[in-house]
T-cell receptor, first 115, second 115 residues
Framework: DSGVTQTPKHLITATGQRVTLRCSPRSGDLSVYWYQQSLDQGLQFLIQ???????AKGNILERFSAQQFPDLHSELNLSSLELGDSALYFCASSVFGGAEGNTIYFGEGSWLTVV | AQSVTQPDIHITVSEGASLELRCNYS??????LFWYVQSPGQGLQLLLK??????LVQGIKGFEAEFKRSQSSFNLRKPSVHWSDAAEYFC?????????????FGKGTHLIIQP
């Protein structure tokens, strides 16, 4: 158990809908990351927050957005869903925001199926 | 931009045999290096990491990895595999210098264990 908690574990939704994925980081971690894992794209970095502020942005679509709240939990919002958004979405957390000495721990992921 | 290559998509090893999974990176300096394992339906578990110092690093579950600067490699090894090692293995790099782009992952190597 990495200490990173993600909910829901599985969800199925229809095209055009909107979903919210939730993540609680490990105790003491200030940085939260979101990754998408799909068969064709592999593991893709989406976005990072550090202590409530957006720190880095990767291959995140405009239909997707995220935020980190004062209690450090984070939410990833996916809207106008398409079939191609079906994937495993990972949340990860770390103590630091930068790379020095930074170890990133992953949750078990949220499986999203768009039908 | 940095990249990570795992040349072997699948590897089949007999139980009890030794294992080596290859990882090469492309980056102008020495990045931080990680190996993660993903069991079916599970999240990513950190096996080991290299930040600096001794180029041979020990991890959990009997794994080790050796950083070779001259070859830009960070290969994962285990002297004797167990059936429970069957999983997907990912090599990843993080950037020094305060980079906050999360990790860049290789495409993964699927390890199959033959009885």
């Amino acid at each position: 158990d990495s200490g990173v908690t993600q909910t829901p574990k599985h969800l199925i939704t229809a095209t055009g809908q909107r979903v919210t994925l939730r993540c609680s980081p490990r105790s003491g971690d200030l940085s939260v990351y979101w990754y998408q894992q799909s068969l064709d794209q592999g593991l893709q970095f989406l976005i990072q927050y550090y202590n409530g502020e957006e720190r880095a942005k990767g291959n995140i679509l405009e239909r997707f957005s995220a935020q980190q709240f004062p209690d450090l939990h984070s939410e990833l919002n996916l809207s106008s869903l398409e079939l191609g958004d079906s994937a495993l979405y990972f949340c990860a957390s770390s103590v630091f925001g930068g790379a020095e000495g930074n170890t990133i721990y992953f949750g078990e992921g949220s499986w999203l199926t768009v039908v | 931009a940095q990249s990570v290559t795992q040349p072997d998509i699948h590897i089949t090893v007999s139980e009890g045999a030794s294992l080596e999974l290859r990882c090469n990176y492309s980056y102008g300096a020495t990045p931080y290096l990680f190996w993660y394992v993903q069991s079916p339906g599970q999240g990513l578990q950190l096996l080991l990491k290299y930040f600096s110092g001794d180029t041979l690093v020990q991890g959990i579950k009997g794994f080790e990895a050796e950083f070779k600067r001259s070859q830009s490699s960070f290969n994962l090894r285990k002297p004797s595999v167990h059936w429970s090692d069957a999983a997907e293995y990912f090599c990843a790099v993080g950037l020094p210098g305060g980079g906050a782009d999360g990790l860049t992952f290789g495409k993964g190597t699927h390890l199959i264990i033959q009885p």
